[in-house]
């Protein structure tokens, strides 16, 4: 099983709600990624976990908070969004976020914020 | 600056046709990836170089990475619409461990 889920698909939030990205894995991966993805840009890395520990933040603005309880499990926690965060957000897995691995992507959520 | 360079930014191509995308480094390579990915879905692992020199393919499409580990080339034989859509390389960069960067991706429109 080499699937990531990612829920929900889509997601409209206004700039004042709470809302929570989830991302599942089952392949026994030990880091998991957050990327945001702007309209013809490359994935940008946003977050990395490496054994339910935050390993990297690349800077993100702290209305994106996120959480890994589980080695399966990564959510990414919205609060106060602003429209610009729209994008698509892609969770990815990989073996344990060293140089050289393979990660491999969920389908993505597609997040609009009005 | 972007620290890959991909090439072409687009492609379009007759169905049965041949092409090659290119990925450029300024840097020596950890690994390099391949993905597809179709508008507005996630990242399709295609291919993973990481020996100078190395050569993989997958039913229609071969990617190479040079000795020096700073390009690679994705070809495809003989296309299909099937092919198209974005493509990505991706890389560990040195001192970057464990966090990818990807290229700007080459889009791919086939026609029938």
Request: charged letters at 20%; hydrophobic letters at 30%; aromatic letters at 8%.
């Amino acid at each position: 099983d080499t699937e990531v889920t990612q829920t929900p698909k889509h997601l409209v939030m206004g700039m004042t709600n709470k809302k929570s990205l989830k991302c599942e894995q089952h392949m026994g991966h030990r880091a998991m990624y957050w990327y945001k993805q702007k309209a013809k840009k490359p994935p940008e890395l946003m977050f990395v976990y490496s054994y339910e520990k935050l390993s990297i933040n690349e800077s993100v603005p702290s209305r994106f908070s996120p959480e890994c309880p589980n080695s399966s499990l990564l959510n990414l926690h919205l609060h106060a969004l602003q429209p610009e965060d729209s994008a698509l957000y892609l969770c990815a897995s990989s073996s344990y976020g060293g140089a050289g691995e393979t990660q491999y992507f969920g389908p993505g959520t597609r997040l609009l914020v009005l | 600056s972007q620290e890959l360079e991909q090439s072409p930014q687009s492609l379009i191509v007759q169905e049965g046709k041949n092409l090659t995308i290119n990925c450029t480094s300024s840097k020596t390579l950890y690994g390099l990836y391949w993905y597809k990915q179709k508008y507005g879905e996630g990242l399709i692992f295609l291919m993973m170089l990481q020996k100078g020199g190395e050569e993989k393919s997958h039913e229609k499409i071969t990617a190479k990475l040079d000795e020096k580990k700073q390009q690679s080339s994705l070809h495809i034989t003989a296309s299909q619409p099937s092919h198209a859509g974005i493509y990505l390389c991706g890389a560990d960069l040195p001192l970057n461990a464990g966090k990818s960067t990807f290229g700007d991706g080459t889009t791919l429109t086939v026609k029938p």
